[in-house]
């Protein structure tokens, strides 16, 4: 199993990115998929969650309204829309997938299976 993740980089406050991930080496139709982050100095934190359909999707408070996580099944990728970027928002962003519907928020909490190595965000003010 590999989680690749991309589309970090170096923005100034107010701008947009968008991280991808692209999964391999089994089907993920079925699991839910998420995206966390981990600042320098700071544990790993949930920031966005999808179930296994997209269906349903989590956030942390402090990135709803910016950010809108999106998958394609098809392609076996997941997504991160990033909008109006905060000096905040600066960390490693890495995607996960959890052998689970994902269709409840505990299930990003508890613990995810694969992780992916991860890309980084930087915002300048």
């Known amino acids: 199993v590999q989680l690749q993740a991309s589309g970090g980089g170096l923005v100034q406050a107010g701008d947009s990115l968008r991280l991808s991930c692209a999964a391999s080496g089994r089907n993920f139709n079925r699991d839910a998929m998420g995206w966390f982050r981990q600042a320098s100095g700071k544990e790993r934190e949930f920031v966005a969650g999808?179930?296994?359909?997209?269906?349903?999707?989590f956030y942390a408070d402090s990135v709803k309204g910016r950010f809108t996580i999106s998958r394609d099944n098809g392609k076996s990728m997941v997504y991160l829309q990033m909008n109006n970027l905060k000096l905040e928002d600066t960390a490693v962003y890495y995607c996960a997938v959890k052998d689970n519907l994902g269709l409840y928020y505990e299930a990003f909490l508890n613990g995810m299976d694969y992780w992916g190595k991860g890309t980084q965000v930087t915002v300048s003010s």
């Open positions: 999808a179930s296994w359909s997209g269906g349903t999707v």
